[in-house]
């Protein structure tokens, strides 16, 4: 799913913005590092309702990471700097500046959660993003002068200018990050955001998984864990194969897959282990994310600011 468009650096957050709305938090460090290493996984926390509506959502970690207006917000900013930048040499990958901000991220956190989404099937994975920015299709290419002008990885000087360190992407993010924002990725933040994977192991969530299991089974369906589906080869095509939308048995897996979910409780069970564990590593990390929370209000800050003296806006 990643577009043409992401030939150049100046552009590489715009996918990982619309891409990360559709998927699940990344995996763990590989060296058992990170917010839950040696800690072990809560046995029992109470239980609280999950909002009525998906994209009400939230998880104690959001508040330390951009919302999806604020990443569409960052991205516009960039790529309108490094437009800029391009032309000082004479040069324009004609970037785009109307991301749009896609569905907040947790919305599809634990697969569909009632019919609208199960109308979907699990296409949510591979699509959401680009249904709300169809501009990411469009077929944006690059010569080398611009790739070179761009990454700052060609000549040090381009039609007699001097190409700044780290080329117009470059230069696009220290802009951004001027007066202590950051564009670096939030490790620490992704990283407690992986409460998905960690709480799996917990005795409550193992439990309602088995309840889940239980009742697709009733329906025909042999899926051990929520996750199963929307991993199954059977239900999804390959990346490199066609695609002509959700099968009519996606689609009734799906809405079983729901009635299940909301028969054994399951969103709330599984997100109320998963917050107690993320206001966990939020308290043994709150110097780190304070500091992550200025950053971020300062990158916002810039963003719009380029933005305004730019004549456009975020939508």
Known sequence: MVPKLVQAAAVLLAVAVLTSCAGHPAAPPPDGTGPYAGVPVPQAVPVTAAPALAQDFTLPVDAYELTSQQQALVQNARNSLTDSCLRRFGLSGDLPTVFRATTPPNAFRYGPVDLGQAADGYHWMKDQGRRQNPHLDADQSFSPVELDVLSGKGPREVHGLPVPQGGCAGEADRALAAGGGSTSEPVLAEQIDDSYTQSQSSPQVQRV???????????????????????????????????????????????????????????????????????????????????????????????????????????
């Open 209 to 315: 998984f088995r309840e889940w299991s239980a009742c697709m089974a009733r329906h025909g369906y042999d899926y051990a864990t929520p996750t199963g589906p929307s991993e199954d080869p059977h239900l999804l095509p390959a990346p490199s194969s066609p695609d002509p939308g959700p099968s009519g048995k996606e689609i009734a897996v799906a809405r079983a897959d729901v009635a299940c979910k909301d028969s054994v409780d399951l969103v709330a069970v599984w997100s109320s282990v998963e917050a107690a564990m993320q206001r966990q590593a939020i308290q043994r990390h709150a110097g780190q994310l304070r500091t992550l929370q200025r950053q971020n209000a300062v990158t916002v800050r810039n963003a719009a600011a380029v933005l305004a003296a730019a004549g456009g806006t975020s939508n």
